[in-house]
């Protein structure tokens, strides 16, 4: 198997999280802060091709009644750019709830609120990747 990274894409911060090679376990890979949409493009295409990522899986924040709305088409944008910047192929995962999850399992492991912001991009990103490598399995 190779290493997949998954990005948690956001205006101020864009969380990454990466795969083993076995394709088994997901763990933080960081946060980049304080870009612009083709800075932080650029970055993240650097960080993938850095850590020797065969595909890069972008959230895709659908709405909960299953449509796409302004913010999902900035991710595919943000997403086909990383891929040409970087060379690798991407793809989308449903991000949905993500987010809520990151903050409630970082409330119930004793971070305080104001803590919340250094860790929930990198956890959704986690959490993306987590989401993707069980889908991927269970498709066979």
């Known amino acids: 198997m190779d290493i997949i990274m998954a990005v948690d894409f956001g205006d101020a ?14 763990h933080g ?4 802060e304080g870009l612009g949409f083709k800075k932080m493009a650029a970055a993240v295409a ?16 659908i709405n909960m009644n299953g449509t796409e709305g302004p913010r999902s088409q900035k991710c595919r944008d ?14 989308m995962q449903d991000e949905r709830l993500t ?15 104001k803590d919340h912001k250094k860790h929930v991009d990198e956890l959704s990103a986690t959490l993306i990747l987590e989401a993707y490598m069980e889908k991927r399995k269970s498709q066979g």
């Open 46 to 61: 650097e960080a993938a091709k850095s850590r020797e990522v065969s595909l890069i899986v972008v959230g895709n924040p």
């Open 13 to 26: 911060r864009t969380g990454l999280a990466v795969s083993d090679s076995a394709g088994m376990m997901a």
């Open 29 to 32: 890979a960081g946060c980049i």
């Open 99 to 113: 987010t809520v999850s990151a903050h409630r399992f970082l409330s119930d492991s004793g971070v305080s609120g």
């Open 78 to 91: 943000f997403a086909a750019m990383v891929g040409e910047l970087s060379g690798i192929p991407v793809e």
